[in-house]
């Protein structure tokens, strides 16, 4: 049960009803700083709110803009150099704003706003190097996910071409100044399986001069050994995006990729690159993970997908459905909080059962999604074992990342 009382005291579910309820945006937020990082659409037409931080150190971005948002029973006032979080009258927190930094005013040496190269997810920066999705542009018609709003944010939020340049300076930018330690690449689909071609010299530079973690998001690749060159080349984590584990629902939500690729080309590419880990150079780690989106289909059938995923070795990322303005599917309603409690409690509980690293990274906070960590608190169970295993895994990581930070430094 969703009560005032369970909100206050557990970040994970406040966090997971702001997603499924989103918040009205009193109109003092918009004076002065009041929305921090600004109203952007977010990488991967997933998100298009508000940046904060919830108590417990849960980043977040809040729906604010969305039809749902707007008949919302929370919203969020600016009170003195704080927010404050209301739900029906009734103060639930205070909310930190993420913090804006001062590159996100900046200009490439080309002359693009470097908001238009990167932007900050959580903690992490989130990369869409290349043209938009060929789904958006297909002839007849767009065959693209109905969900989506990538066709929307090309050109308006996000520039539609990066030179590697133009990345690496943003990428130095946020790392100087935000002290970013992963940069995500994501791609649409594009015709001739292209978007491996496309991010590698991205990736091959961003990793040789800056050390940082990486990952790459794109459709799964038909020559699968291209994911041992990734594994090679130092690329940390990949991550396969189905959204849909029900096959008819995945053939109505996603007719693009159902039709390029099929459901079992994702489960296959996932299967096979959860088993890299155990090559390539070892210091570096690696991450596989399966994508879906919770709201779209069962709660049954997103907890299916979780167990496949976990089964398979590889993490699930499990976003809440938004309905995005602009989109096929902007008059739709996200799922109820109720609904999603038993997904989000299986997503932690199924990874900590397999013996998955999760939460290892070192500050990586992602505003988009619940992680499998944060959702700890869904759970009624403790799993001691491998939590304290994991607090070792995490401060042995995280050292041996500042050490190569440093040494990169010194170089």
Known sequence: MVTLAALRENPALLKLDLYCKGAQLDESCFDGEGTGRGLMRTRAGLGSGLEVVLPGGLWTNVPVLEAFAHRSPYSIVRDGVSLRLDLNGERVTTLALSPRPRWYDLKTSSGKPMTRVGTLQGTYLGVYPAKVCDYWVAEPSKTNCHFCSVGLNLGVDDASEKSVEEVLEVVLAARAESGITYVDFNTGHYAGDTYLDILEPYLRRIKAETGLLIGVQTPPHHDLSRYDRLRAMGVNRVSFCFEIFDRERFREVCPGKDAQYGLDRYLDAIRYCALLGRSGPASEPWVTNGEIIAGLESPESSIEAINWITRAGAIPTVCVF???????????????????????????????????????????????????????????????????????????????????????DAA
């Open 322 to 408: 938004r309905p995005l303005r602009g989109t096929d599917y902007e008059d739709r309603e996200p799922p109820d909080t109720e609904a999603m409690i038993p997904v989000f409690r299986r997503l932690y509980e199924a990874c900590m059962d397999a013996g998955l690293p999760i939460g290892c990274a070192p500050n990586v906070h992602v505003s988009l999604v619940m992680l499998p960590e944060e959702c700890a608190a869904l759970s009624p169970h403790q799993f001691r074992w491998h939590s304290m295993k994991l607090a070792v895994m995490k401060r042995v990581f995280a050292a041996r990342f500042a050490r190569r930070m440093r040494a990169i």
